[in-house]
């Protein structure tokens, strides 16, 4: 299942949080996209900064979406332990989901929202429910640990995208 590029990938969102705590990393990805983007107009939210890149504002909905599927699959992983993950198709979502239409304020409400009832679930797991599992597609077994540490390494790759775009 696993390819060259999916261990690159891997490889890639690990380098990010390596050295640094989840937890406070995804705590801080909404105040932190918030302050980014204030009084940024919504223009440059909008503008693509090369071809076939995402802008600001279709930044915002993946990472909305992306939260979706991390609650989705804590839960199961912990429910189920050893569940299937499914893959998903980031690009089918970008246009059905209509990213480039969607407004970047409404975006981040939907992430702060699901984000902040993903960070209380966390809060209460004990130990054990920290290392269930599920095995995703493409990417193979993973702890609910280790899905807390790619999610935050996914935050800082967009954050670092986001914080170029607006040029801070």
Known sequence: MSTPAIEAYKARIASFI???????????????????IAGVPD?????????GKWSVAELLA?????????TWRYRQMIEHDGS???AY??????????YPSRKPEESLLQFRLLREANLQMLDKLTE???ERCGVHAERGPTTVRDL???I????LNHLEQVQKIVGQ
């Open 84 to 86: 299937p993950l499914a």
């Open 148 to 150: 807390v540490k790619q």
């Open 62 to 70: 993946h990472l909305a979406e992306a939260e979706i599927v991390a």
């Open 18 to 36: 390596k050295g640094r705590d989840p937890l406070p990393v995804q705590r801080q990805t909404v105040p932190t996209l918030t302050q980014l």
């Open 89 to 98: 198709d980031q690009e089918l979502w970008h246009r059905l989901g209509q």
């Open 128 to 130: 054990q429910e920290w």
């Open 152 to 155: 935050a390494g996914h935050d």
């Open 43 to 51: 223009g440059k939210l909008r503008e693509r900064p090369a071809p």
